[in-house]
């Protein structure tokens, strides 16, 4: 842990924390008796509470701490940007180094043609922006009536407005508004509730078929684009049949439908490479968002890369004196800029993309063992990216009582016994740091399989099987 020793009054934070801090996606029924558990210093792959407890980080903060906690270098580089130069505009004809350099790395870094980046301050912003951006760009084509975005049910896109409008988790805008019109959502690609007697192929081709017809229900002329993340994250880590993105893109291109990936979580390392959308699903995005393993968490950032056609047609002053108006005060901030680059020349010097290669099928592979349990239904995922669905039946594949809280359990077993996991509804999500390990893997293996044992146990207790 840090070697600066901080000490923390525990309870006073607690209270202060319970008392003033609205958290996202907090559940009030648990919070308001239990109040938040404080994570107060990190190292590496652990973390540890208010009260001294040290617990392997197994979602990497938030998707994000790709590289780990407690980098020094990172910390040091944005101490030396903030005291050398902490921020100028970027508006205005106005930059500043570390901007430059971070766009010119991601253009190296992206697939081919995606050599233009605006900057945001996270993932939400960054898909709220690419709408705005694209509903401008065909504007400026003179095809004004482009205006739809076809998501899917079970994306997570964010929570600004127009990212939660896009996004397609239902319960995550139960009594929230949306804006209205402006999105379809087509089904969610998700093999494992995949209508039952159909094969992965014949899967594909009803996915692809929706997408056609979504098409000529609503006109190509009205569509802007199509956007996905290439496995689904916070919707289950939910993977596509082979081939699924490779067809979309496709559709999208015949029917010039922008094609655009959120590779907030699959971007920077997680599957293995930098981008995932060319090098594991064969697209080529007409845009890619990235935020999170952007720069590792160790500041707020996001990106949106763009295509030099797109470019093209942003690139040009709509009229005399117009200008491209949208973009944020800390567009390009350079202490995020200056997190990123460090954070991407540790990835690449310590090849972290290619320890993601060679551990992730061994984790892929450790926690297939966990479906001997009663409750696991499922084990999904690729490389760093995965998830267990719990179920009441593993042959009718039915689902346990929400009161049962399968998910908290399991959850709140793994943490007892010194590893953080993430529950979503009956999901668990393992979205470890890349720096993992064999030896790590089978300690986190061996702790899984009795929170799963316990869980069980305690479900039984409870009367849920
Ligand atoms: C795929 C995806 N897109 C966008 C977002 C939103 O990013 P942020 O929370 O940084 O706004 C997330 C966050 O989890 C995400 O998983």
């Excluded at 308001?32 to 404080?38: I, Q």
């Excluded at 590496?44 to 590289?67: K, M, P, Q, S, T």
């Excluded at 005060?329 to 990835?347: D, F, Q, R, W």
């Excluded at 998830?387 to 359990?409: H, S, Y």
């Amino acid at each position: 842990m840090s070697t600066e020793t901080r000490t923390y009054d525990a309870q006073a934070l607690w209270q202060k924390d319970k008392d003033h801090f609205i958290h996202p996606f907090t559940d009030f029924s648990l919070f308001h008796e239990k109040g938040c558990d404080l994570i107060v210093d990190s190292d590496g792959i652990y973390v540890e509470d208010a009260h001294g407890n040290r617990f392997i980080d197994g979602i990497a903060g938030l998707w994000c701490v790709n590289v780990g906690h407690g980098r020094a270098e990172i910390g040091q580089a944005m101490a030396e940007q903030a005291t050398r130069m902490a921020y100028f505009s970027t508006f205005n004809n106005l930059s500043n180094a570390p901007a430059a350099e971070l766009a010119a790395k991601l253009a190296e870094l992206a697939p081919a043609n995606l050599n233009h980046v605006f900057f945001s301050c996270g993932g939400s912003a960054a898909n709220d922006a690419t709408i705005r951006l694209v509903h401008y760009y065909f504007n400026r084509l003179g095809k004004p009536s482009k205006k739809r975005i076809l998501s899917r049910r079970n994306a997570y896109h964010g929570t600004t407005y127009l990212a939660a409008t896009l996004t397609g988790i239902e319960s995550n805008n139960w009594d929230f508004d949306t804006l209205d019109h402006l999105v379809t959502h087509l089904s969610e690609a998700n093999l494992y509730r995949r209508p039952k007697g159909m094969s992965e192929a014949e899967y594909c081709d009803h996915l692809v078929d929706e997408l056609e017809e979504s098409i000529t229900e609503i006109g190509a002329d009205n569509i802007a684009a199509f956007i996905a993340e290439p496995i689904m994250g916070a919707g289950g880590v939910l993977m596509a049949p082979c081939g699924y993105h490779a067809r979309m893109q496709a559709v999208c291109r015949a029917n010039e439908i922008l094609f655009i990936a959120d590779e907030v979580v699959t971007g920077f390392g997680r599957l293995g490479h930098f981008f995932a959308s060319e090098a594991v699903f064969d697209t080529q995005p007409d845009i890619i968002n990235c935020a999170k393993g952007l720069s590792s968490g160790y500041a707020p950032l996001g990106a949106t890369l763009i295509s030099d056609a797109i470019y093209e047609v942003l690139g040009t002053p709509q009229r005399k004196g117009g200008v491209l108006s949208t973009g944020f005060t800390y567009s390009g901030h350079p202490v995020s800029c200056a997190a990123a680059l460090k954070n991407i020349e540790i990835i690449e010097r310590e090849g972290i993309c290619e320890n993601v290669l060679e551990v992730g099928p061994y984790l892929e592979r450790k926690l297939k063992s966990l479906a001997q349990h009663e409750t696991v239904g499922d084990v999904r995922g690729s490389h760093f990216m995965l998830a267990i669905e719990n179920v009441a039946d593993k042959a009718t594949r039915a689902l346990l009582p929400v009161e049962a809280r399968v998910g908290d359990r399991v959850a709140a077993e793994a943490q007892k016994r010194g590893l953080i996991i993430r529950p979503v509804g009956h999901l668990n999500i393992l979205s470890p740091p890349l720096i993992w390990d064999r030896d790590t893997v089978d300690r986190v293996v061996d702790i899984l399989d009795e929170a799963f044992a316990a869980t069980t146990a305690s479900l039984r207790a409870d009367g849920f099987l």
